[in-house]
Nanobody, 115 residues
């Protein structure tokens, strides 16, 4: 079992920045992938960004150049640095952890971009 604890959401003005953190604990070994998804009301959960334990990253087209995902393997923690935030980035963000076919989700953290 893997537990995920997210932090860092909140309210920010358009053009501002936020950093989300996701700390994983439990039975963890490599290789694995950590990522962030987001889901708006009535919408499907969509990938925002992911990073493998080896460092490979993947981004949604809508966030390329604005968001950066990183991780510290020794801490089993992933970060999502979100810059140049737009109102359309407003939604709930979920941390995701994938390990040998198993998928784990965090509880979600809300991001609101509004003036």
């Amino acid at each position: 079992q893997v537990q995920l604890v997210e932090s860092g959401g909140g309210l920010v003005q358009p053009g501002g920045s936020l950093r989300l953190s996701c700390a994983a604990s439990g039975i963890i070994f490599s290789p694995n992938t950590m990522g962030w998804y987001r889901q708006g009301p009535g919408a499907q959960r969509e990938l925002v960004a992911s990073i493998a334990s080896g460092g490979n990253t993947n981004y949604a087209d809508s966030v390329k150049g604005r968001f950066t995902i990183s991780r510290v393997n020794a801490k089993n923690t992933a970060y999502l640095q979100m810059n140049s935030l737009k109102p359309e980035d407003t939604t709930v963000y979920f941390c995701n952890f994938r390990l040998r076919g198993y998928v784990y989700w965090g509880q979600g953290t809300e991001v609101t971009v509004s003036s």
